[in-house]
T-cell receptor, first 112, second 113 residues
Framework: GDSVTQMEGPVTLSEEAFLTINCTYT??????LFWYVQYPGEGLQLLLK?????DKGSNKGFEATYRKETTSFHLEKGSVQVSDSAVYFC???????????FGRGTSLIVHP | GAVVSQHPSRVICKSGTSVKIECRSL??????MFWYRQFPKQSLMLMAT?????????EQGVEKDKFLINHASLTLSTLTVTSAHPEDSSFYIC?????????FGPGTRLTVL
């Protein structure tokens, strides 16, 4: 089955810093890839997704590119804000499944 | 739109008692809901798929008699942890499926003493 590995946190940054959260996956075939975000006290929300190689998902200033050659889907943002503080989950889903396989989550803490 | 709620948000119970957790889709109907469990610093683990009007489908290794799931309406699924023990302490998250996308609830923290 699919597996997803993402960098351990917490990641602590100052406001306006550049963010990268690494994510790699193993899967049979070509899965769809997702980033979810969980703000404190709330449920997971889909942040962005990509369904095929070289696709770039983007939302709210965050971007991730589906890299087949490195089996990666790293999350990036050029300038983080305090309001971006949350836990970020990378996930993959193969074969059109509605049920993603999640990574462990990476906590992001942004200081003013 | 696509809001999912869970109740309670946290619960503490004594060992041997049963606890019911509710998952509601507030602004849409969901034929299919999912229940996940999350251990500290671990990923979400799918426990079961809840289908309205039929029996839930449990993942391998999840005891169906321990974790009772009822999906009696298109907006409500319940998870009952029966005869809870300290090892059942965890964060339980539900989601509801709408148009091929899962919408997640905020989770329920269960602590069994």
């Amino acid at each position: 089955g699919d597996s997803v590995t993402q960098m351990e946190g917490p990641v602590t940054l100052s406001e306006e810093a550049f963010l990268t959260i690494n994510c790699t996956y193993t899967a049979t075939g070509y899965p769809s890839l997702f980033w979810y975000v969980q703000y404190p006290g709330e449920g997971l929300q889909l942040l962005l997704k990509a369904t095929k190689a070289d696709d770039k998902g983007s939302n709210k200033g965050f971007e991730a590119t589906y890299r087949k050659e490195t089996t990666s889907f790293h999350l990036e943002k050029g300038s983080v804000q305090v309001s971006d503080s949350a836990v970020y989950f990378c996930a993959s889903a193969s074969g059109g499944s509605y049920i993603p396989t999640f990574g462990r989550g990476t906590s992001l803490i942004v200081h003013p | 739109g696509a809001v999912v709620s869970q109740h309670p948000s946290r619960v503490i119970c004594k060992s041997g008692t049963s606890v019911k957790i509710e998952c509601r889709s507030l602004d849409f109907q969901a034929t299919t809901m999912f229940w996940y469990r999350q251990f500290p610093k671990q990923s979400l683990m799918l426990m079961a798929t809840s289908n309205e009007g039929s029996k839930a489908t449990y993942e391998q290794g999840v005891e169906k008699d321990k974790f009772l799931i009822n999906h009696a309406s298109l907006t409500l699924s319940t998870l009952t942890v029966t005869s809870a023990h300290p090892e059942d302490s965890s964060f339980y998250i539900c989601s509801a499926l709408r148009a091929s996308e899962q919408f997640f609830g905020p989770g329920t923290r269960l602590t069994v003493l």
